[in-house]
């Protein structure tokens, strides 16, 4: 279980990433609430 | 220690009470993840968080709907008004509700009002082309509407953001012209009106969420 648990995580950590990355440039939330986006995503000029 | 409203043992029983479900789940996860892989910062956890809340926020809400419309007969035109109402909001955005409990039957109504009314009223040309000219003008105007939780303070982002807006709902157009008397054409001149009237001020006012967060904020930053 364990040997699995750390390939998971980072499985799991990338796709979160992606999902967050791709939020900074286009709207993801289709559902009419999105959370809150931590200050290190929001692009600045 | 990753600064996720989760990590102090003092604070959490207040925060976790005005928490939502899905940053609840968000944050047990991003904890496990912490432990297993400790070479991940502050930074990028407060990311993980926000990737993992947003993906729960979205998914089990969506499930729903597509369920409920395979049961109700309808997925094909539910299709339909999911990916024209997506498309057009994935650049121009849009209010969004505070809570759980008001986003998940605001969301239910908004994909089955859109199916629904695409199905019952066939729209002629005249009002198609009206209601085409109407939202174009508001995503000229509005598009697109940040939030204050994801406010979109680059303003090369905002003018590309309205930039793609226009050509989705040009295309959207040339689709419902182009499938004209059929509930296609109906349905995605539904969904572009909703979508619109989502960005619109007034709609941001009567949902207690404030127009223009990003614009505030990078005004500020110039003076």
Same mark, same amino acid.
């Given at each position: 279980?364990? !040997?699995?648990?750390?390939?998971?995580?980072?499985?799991?950590?990338?796709?979160?990433?992606?999902?967050?990355?791709?939020?900074?440039?286009?709207?993801?939330?289709?559902?009419? !609430?999105?959370?809150?986006?931590?200050?290190?995503?929001?692009?600045?000029? | 220690?990753?600064?996720? +409203?989760?990590?102090?043992?003092? &604070?959490?029983?207040?925060?976790?009470?005005?928490?939502?479900?899905?940053?609840?789940?968000?944050?047990?996860? @991003?904890?496990?993840?912490?432990?297993?892989?400790?070479?991940?910062?502050?930074?990028?956890?407060?990311?993980?968080?926000? =990737?993992?809340? %947003?993906?729960?926020?979205?998914?089990? +809400?969506?499930?729903?709907?597509?369920?409920?419309?395979?049961?109700?007969?309808?997925?094909?035109?539910?299709?339909?008004?999911?990916?024209?109402?997506?498309?057009?909001? @994935?650049?121009?955005? =849009?209010?969004?509700?505070?809570?759980?409990?008001?986003?998940?039957?605001?969301? @239910?109504?908004?994909? *089955? =009002?859109?199916?629904?009314? =695409?199905?019952?009223?066939? *729209? #002629?040309?005249?009002?198609? #082309?009206?209601?085409?000219?109407?939202?174009? %003008?508001?995503?000229?105007?509005?598009?697109? %509407?940040?939030?204050?939780?994801?406010?979109?303070?680059?303003? +090369?982002?905002?003018?590309?953001?309205?930039?793609?807006?226009?050509?989705?709902?040009? /295309? *959207?157009?040339?689709?419902?012209?182009?499938?004209? &008397?059929?509930?296609?054409?109906?349905?995605?001149?539904?969904?572009?009106?909703?979508?619109?009237?989502?960005?619109?001020? /007034? @709609?941001?006012?009567? %949902?207690?969420?404030?127009?223009?967060?990003?614009?505030?904020?990078?005004?500020?930053?110039?003076?």
């Amino acid at each position: 279980m364990k !040997r699995f648990l750390k390939p998971l995580m980072i499985l799991i950590s990338t796709l979160a990433l992606f999902i967050a990355s791709t939020s900074t440039t286009a709207c993801w939330a289709w559902a009419i !609430r999105e959370p809150k986006m931590p200050e290190s995503l929001i692009k600045r000029d | 220690m990753f600064n996720i +409203k989760l990590v102090s043992k003092s &604070g959490k029983k207040k925060k976790v009470g005005i928490m939502e479900f899905p940053e609840r789940i968000s944050g047990k996860i @991003t904890r496990a993840i912490a432990a297993e892989l400790d070479d991940l910062s502050e930074e990028k956890l407060a990311e993980i968080d926000y =990737g993992i809340a %947003a993906f729960i926020a979205n998914s089990y +809400k969506m499930a729903f709907i597509f369920i409920l419309a395979i049961l109700l007969n309808v997925f094909q035109y539910f299709l339909i008004a999911f990916v024209s109402f997506g498309a057009l909001r @994935t650049f121009a955005s =849009g209010v969004h509700a505070k809570r759980e409990w008001t986003c998940f039957p605001v969301s @239910t109504s908004i994909f *089955l =009002g859109i199916t629904y009314l =695409g199905i019952n009223l066939d *729209l #002629n040309i005249y009002i198609i #082309n009206f209601v085409f000219i109407l939202c174009f %003008a508001a995503m000229l105007r509005y598009a697109p %509407a940040d939030t204050e939780e994801r406010p979109l303070v680059s303003r +090369k982002l905002r003018k590309k953001l309205k930039i793609m807006s226009c050509i989705t709902i040009l /295309v *959207l157009y040339a689709i419902a012209l182009y499938s004209l &008397g059929t509930k296609t054409s109906s349905i995605i001149t539904f969904a572009v009106l909703f979508e619109s009237v989502l960005i619109l001020p /007034v @709609t941001y006012k009567l %949902a207690g969420s404030m127009y223009g967060v990003g614009i505030k904020i990078s005004n500020k930053r110039e003076v």
